[in-house]
């Protein structure tokens, strides 16, 4: 009887959830663009692309799209642009974002980040997770 508890409580959630994981991301961006403008940053297309078309809902109007080539680099972009704060929008799970004088925090994730507890044969590295970081310059503490 709990194995059929369980597995109701998976499908009705299951159900209740977007089928394309990115929909999540695009919700979770518009909320937080609706409180402050920001900029975010991805490598591989648009990030509003879903199989080659453009999607439209979840779009804030505040809400900057940047698309760097796969040869620039992040961190050059960032401090080129001198940005006080950015998103980077990220789908690998092993990528790590460090920017020299910047903070990096993952603000949105597809998967808990618990996860990464059970990476024993290392297969995040080879999933489609979806991640939010959040860059924000570095405050000075000598200036106080």
Known sequence: ???????????????????????????????????????????????????GLKTN???????KTVVISADENLSNYVVEHHLPSALYLKKNWAEKVEIPNYTSRIIFSGLPLWLENF??????????????????????????
Not at 4 to 21: C, R, W
Not at 57 to 63: D, K, R, V
Not at 120 to 144: A, F, G, H, M, P
């Open 119 to 144: 990476n024993y044969t290392n297969w995040l590295s080879r999933s489609d997770v979806w991640q939010i970081v959040e860059l924000r310059i570095k405050e000075d503490e000598n200036i106080r």
């Open 57 to 63: 809902f979840y779009t804030a109007p505040n809400l």
């Open 1 to 51: 009887i709990t194995c059929l508890i369980l597995n109701g409580l998976l499908l009705l959630v299951g159900t209740f959830s977007p089928a394309q994981a990115s929909i999540r991301a695009y919700h979770f961006l518009y909320s937080l663009a609706s409180k402050t403008p920001n900029i975010i940053i991805s490598q591989k297309g648009n990030a509003y692309n879903i199989g």
